[in-house]
């Protein structure tokens, strides 16, 4: 069965520092690897998609690395700012089927 | 459309009662989800068609939930006779078919949150 870990459960930084979140799953055959964000109250606003041939994506300040032998992805945000405090949260697809989804990781960045 | 839409946004419910849930995907996406998220806790699946049909309906919590899709596009989830512990956001997604050129993200809509009074 599929499992998905997000390593921390929560993080605070000041502004303007690069930050890590970690992402593990326990099982390699994924079809590709997600990362949401998830403001409070709100739905899942897609970040990035990696497939799973893929090694890592970027958008503006935000880089995805996948190691899909290792079961390992993480979100790099660089210069953080307020805007970014919010639930990231990481999800693999195993095949045809279901997301399975990570308990996310609550950043909060402090002005 | 643009992207996943749901209806309502926001229900209240008296316990109960029957509540229907929609979810529009967005068009030509064929696999949709619905997935439920209580109060601070991670997302859970709820069931997952492609096309008209559900492969796998393993994740509802009881027979009090069904779901259906019609014309591969629209979703309805019914739950019937509501408890509070119902109570949560409901999500939808929808991706294309694994397998295509193109991009099988998966797109969420903003949830529907259902209070059970």
Same mark, same amino acid.
């Not at chain 1, 502004?15 to 990362?35: K, R």
């Not at chain 2, 926001?10 to 009662?17: H, L, R, Y």
């Not at chain 2, 509540?19 to 949709?32: F, K, M, N, Q």
């Given at each position: 069965?599929?499992?998905?870990?997000?390593?921390?459960?929560?993080?605070?930084?000041?502004?303007?520092?690069?930050?890590?979140?970690?992402?593990?799953?326990?099982?390699?055959?994924?079809?590709?690897?997600?990362?949401?964000?998830?403001?409070?109250?709100?739905?899942?606003?897609?970040?990035?998609?990696?497939?799973?041939?893929?090694?890592?994506?970027?958008?503006?300040?935000?880089?995805?690395?996948?190691?899909?032998?290792?079961?390992?992805?993480?979100?790099?945000?660089?210069?953080?700012?307020?805007?970014?405090?919010?639930?990231?949260?990481?999800?693999?697809?195993?095949?045809?089927?279901k997301l399975v989804f990570g308990q996310g990781t609550r950043l909060t960045i402090n002005p | 459309g643009a992207g996943v839409s749901q209806s309502p946004s926001n229900k209240v419910t008296e316990k109960g009662k029957d509540v229907e849930l929609r979810?529009?995907?967005?068009?030509?996406?064929?696999?949709?989800?619905?997935?439920?998220?209580?109060?601070?806790?991670?997302?859970?699946?709820?069931?997952?068609?492609?096309?008209?049909?559900?492969?796998?309906? %393993?994740?509802? !919590?009881?027979?009090?939930?069904?779901?259906?899709? /019609?014309? =591969? +596009?629209?979703?309805? $989830? *019914?739950?019937?006779?509501?408890?509070?512990?119902?109570?949560?956001?409901?999500?939808?997604?929808? %991706?294309?078919? !694994?397998?295509?050129?193109?991009?099988?993200?998966? /797109?969420? =809509? +903003?949830?529907?949150? $259902? *209070?059970?009074?």
């Amino acid at each position: 069965k599929q499992e998905v870990t997000q390593i921390p459960a929560a993080l605070s930084v000041p502004e303007g520092e690069n930050l890590v979140l970690n992402c593990s799953f326990t099982d390699s055959a994924i079809y590709n690897l997600q990362w949401f964000r998830q403001d409070p109250g709100k739905g899942l606003t897609s970040l990035l998609l990696i497939q799973s041939s893929q090694r890592e994506q970027t958008s503006g300040r935000l880089n995805a690395s996948l190691d899909k032998s290792s079961g390992r992805s993480t979100l790099y945000i660089a210069a953080s700012q307020p805007g970014d405090s919010a639930t990231y949260l990481c999800a693999v697809t195993p095949g045809a089927q279901k997301l399975v989804f990570g308990q996310g990781t609550r950043l909060t960045i402090n002005p | 459309g643009a992207g996943v839409s749901q209806s309502p946004s926001n229900k209240v419910t008296e316990k109960g009662k029957d509540v229907e849930l929609r979810c529009d995907p967005i068009s030509g996406h064929t696999a949709l989800y619905w997935y439920r998220q209580s109060l601070g806790q991670g997302l859970e699946f709820l069931i997952y068609f492609q096309g008209n049909s559900a492969p796998d309906k %393993s994740g509802l !919590p009881s027979d009090r939930f069904s779901a259906e899709r /019609t014309g =591969g +596009s629209v979703s309805t $989830l *019914t739950i019937q006779r509501t408890q509070q512990e119902d109570s949560a956001v409901y999500l939808c997604a929808s %991706s294309l078919q !694994p397998g295509q050129a193109s991009n099988y993200g998966y /797109t969420f =809509g +903003s949830g529907t949150r $259902l *209070t059970v009074v």
